[in-house]
C-alpha cells in the first residue's frame, strides 16, 4: 500500500513571512515562544528566519517579550485607548498574566458606559483606538470564558463534606470487611483443629468406610474377569469348583468370607455420623 506524501510550502521572503506572523498573533493573541509558533505555521517558516523576525518585531514594538525561566515568549503589542479628551484610558503593560487581563477588563467595564453613550462617541475614536478596544474585549472573551469552564469543572467536583462522607463510608466497608475476613480465618482455625483433634475419628471413619468400598468394587471387578476367563479358557468340561481347584483359587464358601454378598457389616451408629449408608 503506498503512502501519500505532502510537501510543506516553505516561505522564504522576509515581509511574507511577517505578515504571516503578525497574522498569526492577531488572530489567536496569546503568547508563543519560536517553537511553538514554528508548529504552529505547519514549518512553513524557518525557525531561524522566525526569531529573527519575532527580535524585528520586538524592535519595532509590535510585540513584547516575557522571559520566564530561559524561555522567550513572544505576544501582541496592544495599543493604549485614548479618550476623546486625550486622556489615555488603559495603560500599557508588559505581562500577558490574568492580573493584565483582569485589569484591561475592568478598565474597559468601566469605559463601557462612556464608549457606549453614543455612536458620536464611537466614531470620534480613531482606527487604531478601536481596533484596540476590540482586542481587550477580546481578551476579556477569551479569560471569561475559559474561566467559566474552569469554573463548571470545579462545580463537578465532590465538595470536602462530601469526600469526608464518602471517606467515613468507604472506611466503615472496610472494617466490615477485616471482621468478615477475621471471623472465616477463626472459624476455619477451629474447623482444622477439630478435624485433626480428639474429634476426628468421624473423619477417619468415613476415610476407612471409603477405602473399603473402594477394595471391594476392585475385587468384584477382578472376580468377575477371571470367571469370565475360566468359562472361555475351559468352557462346559469343567464346573466353577474345579476350574478354581485346578488353578490353585480358592472359592468364597470356602473362605467363609464373601465380599459380594455380606462383607464386613459396618455398625449402624457408625455410618450415622459420617453420613454414609448400608448400601455399597
Known sequence: ???????????????????????????????????????????????????????????????????????????????????????????????????????????????????????????????????ALLRAVGISAVQLSERSRRLARWCEWPSSTERAAKCTDLARVVCELRDGLDRLQSRHAEESAEAHGNGSWAWRAHRAVCRYRRARRHWVQRKDWAMRLLEATAGDAHTPVEAAALLGCTTDEEAGVSFEDTAVVLPVSLLREPGLSQRW
Open 1 to 131: 500500500m503506498g503512502t501519500c506524501k505532502t510537501d510543506i510550502k516553505r516561505v522564504k521572503d522576509v515581509s511574507e513571512a511577517t505578515a504571516l506572523v503578525l497574522d498569526w498573533f492577531e488572530r489567536h493573541n496569546k503568547p508563543a515562544t519560536p517553537q511553538s509558533l514554528t508548529d504552529a505555521l505547519g514549518s512553513r517558516v524557518a525557525k531561524p528566519l522566525l526569531q529573527r523576525i519575532l527580535e524585528q518585531l520586538h524592535t519595532e514594538e509590535k510585540l513584547h517579550v516575557k522571559d520566564m525561566k530561559r524561555i522567550r515568549f513572544y505576544y501582541l503589542r496592544v495599543l493604549p485607548l485614548l479618550h476623546p479628551d486625550g486622556a489615555t484610558t488603559i495603560q500599557q503593560h508588559g505581562e500577558p498574566e490574568d492580573e493584565t487581563a483582569i485589569a484591561i477588563g475592568e478598565s474597559d467595564m468601566a469605559s463601557a458606559p462612556e464608549v457606549g453613550a453614543g455612536a458620536e462617541v464611537c466614531e470620534a475614536l480613531p482606527a487604531d483606538a478601536r481596533a
